[in-house]
């Protein structure tokens, strides 16, 4: 016999579920059609899913003219639906099941003649308190039941899942990153269990992983991490979500694990210190700093200057020192081949400061330029294994240590010159919106970072007024000349 199912198909070969509301129902629901993907490009397993669909809608079209439901909004009608239908048993209709290679059981389903459809009717039928529509319309809290995979989602389980993921990073990570990330996603693998639906992963799972963690002695900073790998942007829900294999929306791994206000204060006193002027001047006086190689002097000056991190110095390409309006600037970009940044704010283009024109910079720049040089620093491999700019924080650090030997204990190195700078341009008056532009930090103020506007290269050098300098009023007072570097 023939069965309506309200099928419809795409041309792609998937089938969908139309049907059309009744007329004196269009505005409870407010939609004249309702549309749901049946998920397959299988006819038989499509007319299962419509039938078991369209019995569902009968049902809740009927409860709604009885209960005279003057409103019902498309989410709650979808959500009943979903558990009405997610609750039917077609085990008895199941024609044929398939086990794949990886574990996954496929099942197709059939109704061919009168006896399937009797058996369609029985196990519609329920008793009175198990119908989840009549259940909600009366007020009555369903009984949870076992968090299921979205509708619509790719299945896929989570050894599979984590292997593809991987296979992304591989081509465009640094080697240290990838195997970080790899331990990370590699944890939650074992903690879970590879054979695991990526779909139907909770909250409440990774709580209990970082949990698990923890008890066993790992660190914040470790949990943190990992937090970042699994669930920070770019990380691996972040992934499975644009994969299609997480439903959109809330990132099931983040927002776990954070610093309370006494590590973060135990951090700061752990985290890389500024130079003093002192040793600023020692460190860039002629007599030590022209035991630097010529390269990691002028990547010294970059950072004392720009306040650059050492992976951006070492990434720059000669066509990053340009000049825009009258002003010669750097430009930290993610646009050529090899070149990322930590953040979108850490996009960014920094005038070049006069103490650097004077000791010819441009110069050195043009040298390059003139001898067909690509990059700002040739010698640097832009596949190194560390990144780009490891070269530059060893380099630095055994100058540092050189130099420092009897200076107080604290963590000192490349990134150093970048808090100097900070704090200098503090120091000297530059607002705090103006510093955050020329050396790529976010404002954590939700005021500063909706409504301020980005400043123009002329204004990052000269201020924004008489009272208010920019880069152009920073001076180190260093006795450096052309000659030394």
């Known amino acids: 016999m023939r069965i309506p199912h309200h099928m419809s198909r795409s041309p792609s070969g998937r089938w969908a579920f139309r049907q059309r509301v009744p007329l004196d129902l269009q505005p409870v629901l407010g939609c004249r059609l309702l549309k749901r993907s049946l998920l397959t490009n299988d006819l038989p397993q499509a007319r299962v899913r419509a039938l ?6 009968a049902r809740l079209f009927g409860l709604l003219r009885d209960r005279r439901v003057a409103k019902l909004s498309k989410e709650d009608a979808d959500a009943l639906i979903e558990r009405l239908s997610g609750a039917t048993n077609l085990r008895d209709l199941t024609l044929h099941r398939t086990l794949g290679p990886d574990g996954t059981v496929s099942e197709r389903w059939q109704i061919d003649d009168e006896k399937d459809v009797l058996l369609f009717q029985k196990i519609q039928q329920r008793r009175v308190g198990d119908d989840p529509i009549q259940d909600m319309l009366d007020g009555i809290e369903p009984v949870p039941s076992p968090p299921r995979p979205h509708r619509g ?22 080697p240290k990153t990838y195997t970080i990330k790899k331990t990370a996603i590699e944890a939650l693998v074992k903690f879970l269990g590879d054979k695991t639906r990526v779909a139907s992963i909770t909250r409440s799972d990774l709580a209990r992983w970082y949990q698990a963690m923890r008890a066993a002695g790992a660190s914040t900073p470790t949990l943190t991490n990992k937090q970042s790998y699994v669930g920070g942007k770019g990380g691996f829900f972040d992934w499975a979500i644009a994969s299609g294999y997480y439903p959109k929306g809330d990132n099931p791994a983040s927002g776990h694990v954070s610093y309370s206000a006494r590590e973060k204060r135990a951090r700061r006193k ?10 600023v001047q020692a460190l860039f006086a002629p007599a030590a700093f022209e035991r630097l190689s010529a390269s990691a ?21 000669v066509s990053d020192v340009l000049e825009i309006d009258g002003v010669a600037c750097i430009r930290i970009s993610d646009e050529g081949e090899h070149q990322k940044v930590k953040t979108d704010v850490s996009l960014r283009t920094v005038p070049v400061h006069p103490d650097l024109i004077r000791l010819g910079f441009l110069e050195w720049v043009n040298g390059l330029r003139q001898a067909k040089h690509t990059r700002l620093f ?30 107080p204990a604290a963590k000192r190195g490349f990134h150093s010159l970048r808090k100097t700078l900070i704090q200098e341009l503090q120091g000297i008056g530059v607002v705090s ?36 300098p920019g880069l152009k009023a920073l001076s180190y007072d260093l006795i450096l000349t052309k000659d030394h570097v």
């Open 52 to 57: 078991l669909l369209a019995a569902s809608y």
């Open 153 to 174: 989602l790719e299945p896929i389980q989570l050894g599979k899942a984590r292997d593809a993921w991987l296979a992304t990073l591989k081509g465009s990570t640094l």
């Open 378 to 407: 040739p010698a640097a491999k832009a596949d190194a294994k560390n990144g780009q700019g490891n070269w530059i924080s060893k380099a630095y650090s055994r100058h540092v240590r050189d130099v420092g030997k009897g200076w």
């Open 297 to 317: 002097r002028w990547a010294s000056l970059i950072g004392l200057y720009t306040g650059a991190r050492a992976s951006e110095v070492g990434q720059l390409l």
């Open 270 to 279: 752990l985290g890389f210190k500024a130079f003093d002027r002192e040793q």
């Open 433 to 468: 919106e103006l510093r955050a532009q020329i050396v790529g930090h976010e404002l954590d103020d939700e005021h500063h970072g909706t409504y301020s506007r980005d400043f123009s290269v002329r204004e990052k050098l000269d201020g924004l007024g008489p009272h208010s």
